[in-house]
């Protein structure tokens, strides 16, 4: 109930394609759905995040899809650059549990250029 | 960049020793939280704190103990490190009232010989 399950775990991407990374979950519970970038040596940062109430978000080249009812959410990285390899996490967070995030498995992203 | 620091960034520390891992965030955020990750992995949350004398379990036992004393501080200590407490923990903070998303730290990566 509390998992996300993100895939792939990993993919490699040619400089100015797309980049598509999918989570999905079960605890409807869940309130808020956050994209965080980890670089290594660094802790995760916000990219983009979204509430289930909206179908998508778009930021830049970064955009959030969001199916309620499928409970599945993906994150599209258009015109991939070098500069966005890089390990992401979807994360889905629960109200009722202090806001806490529950976090998917991580995707490597490499864009090759 | 989050003004959540976590000190030290790197710990090499023998079997036995007790250690104390800082975080401390000039955000005036409620909520604090400890994650542990390893290298390549998912984040798990350990132990987390809605303010001030407040601090809870998170989903994954740890050995380690946390203190929250001041709305800034949230240490973590381990009272006898062990070889299998080798990870990097992430601290990070986040405002309820505000619903900010949570903002983290640059980790400290511990190792125990």
């Known amino acids: 109930q509390q998992q996300v399950k993100q895939s792939p775990q990993s993919l490699i991407v040619q400089k100015g394609g797309i980049s598509i990374i999918n989570c999905a979950y079960e605890n409807t519970a869940f309130d808020y759905f956050p994209w965080y970038q980890q670089f290594p040596g660094k802790g995760p940062a916000l990219l983009i995040a979204?509430?289930?109430?909206?179908s998508e978000k778009k930021e830049g080249r970064f955009t959030i899809s969001f199916n309620k009812s499928a409970k599945q959410f993906s994150l599209h990285i258009m015109d991939s650059q070098p500069g966005d390899s890089a390990t992401y996490f979807c994360a889905a967070r629960v109200v009722e549990y202090g806001n806490k995030l529950v976090f998917g498995a991580g995707t490597i992203l490499r864009v090759k250029s | 960049e989050a003004d959540i620091y976590q000190t030290p960034r790197y710990l090499v520390i023998g079997t036995g020793k007790k250690i104390t891992l800082e975080c401390s965030q000039t955000m005036g955020h409620d909520k604090m939280y400890w994650y542990q990750q390893d290298p390549g992995m998912e984040l798990h949350l350990i132990h987390y704190s809605y303010g001030v004398n407040s601090t809870e379990k998170g989903d994954l036992s740890s050995e380690s103990t946390v203190s929250r004393i001041r709305t800034e501080h949230f240490p973590l200590t381990l009272e006898s490190a062990r070889p299998s407490h080798t990870s990097q923990y992430l601290c990070?903070?986040?405002?309820?009232?505000?619903?900010?998303?949570?903002?983290f730290g640059q980790g400290t990566r511990l190792t125990v010989v």
């Open positions: 979204i509430r289930p109430d909206v």
């Open positions: 990070a903070s986040s405002d309820s009232s505000l619903n900010t998303e949570a903002f």
